[in-house]
T-cell receptor
């Protein structure tokens, strides 16, 4: 079965410091991996995705993520955090070997990022 | 890219009343459409998805139903709301292949009193 885990409910970072939001996944084949951000009372915004190729993926707002197949991880990173990065972050996985309901995105429970000035 | 519209933005309804939430999509054709519910600003629960007009799959048994009368229109309904139906409802769309991301609407905050 497919699954995705975000082990931290909350991550606290000081402004200007690097940030990491963790994500691990479980799929039977090669995964498609996604990161989304959600600001309060808003819909989810797409940040970046890994489909194939270079393991380091760059996305919106200076975020990047590294696909690590051996550790089944796709951690979100940013070299220097901003207060405006404070939001809820979701990791999602899709197994391209499946169609129907099994081909849908599976979302993690979300990690709240808090960046303090 | 796609644009997802949802309305209303907020809704307060009494228990036992009906519900109709609407989602429309611009910028694509023949999308897969999804309804999610998010409780307490946390995880997403997939309620329904649709791969075409009139085709609805339900992920969890519940008090809600969905319909897709047009290619880019997705409606979430209930005949009688329960307190537990309160939450933040998100519509999403994806098209063009399984490697493509889902685009989300702004959401509807439903409070059932």
């Amino acid at each position: 079965a497919q699954s995705v885990a975000q082990p931290e409910d909350q991550v606290n970072v000081a402004e200007g410091n690097p940030l990491t939001v963790k994500c691990t996944y479980s799929v039977s084949g090669n995964p498609y991996l996604f990161w989304y951000v959600q600001y309060p009372n808003r819909g989810l915004q797409f940040l970046l995705k890994y489909i194939t190729g270079d393991n380091l993926v760059k996305g919106s707002y200076g975020f990047e993520a590294e696909f690590n197949k051996s550790q089944t991880s796709f951690h979100l990173k940013k070299p220097s955090a901003l207060v405006s990065d404070s939001a809820l972050y979701f990791c999602a996985v899709r197994d391209p070997n499946y169609g129907g309901s099994q081909g849908n995105l599976i979302f993690g429970k979300g990690t709240k990022l808090s960046v303090k000035p | 890219s796609q644009t997802i519209h949802q309305w209303p933005a907020t809704l307060v309804q009494p228990v036992g009343s009906p519900l109709s939430l609407e989602c429309t999509v611009e910028g694509t054709s023949n999308p897969n459409l999804y309804w999610y519910r998010q409780a307490a600003g946390r995880g997403l629960q997939l309620l329904f998805y649709s791969v075409g007009i009139g085709q609805i799959s339900s992920e969890v048994p519940q008090n809600l139903s969905a319909s897709r009368p047009q290619d880019r229109q997705f409606i979430l309904s209930s005949k009688k709301l329960l307190l537990s139906d309160s939450g933040f409802y998100l519509c999403a769309s994806t098209s063009g292949g399984s490697y493509n991301e889902q685009f989300f609407g702004p959401g509807t905050r439903l409070t059932v009193l």
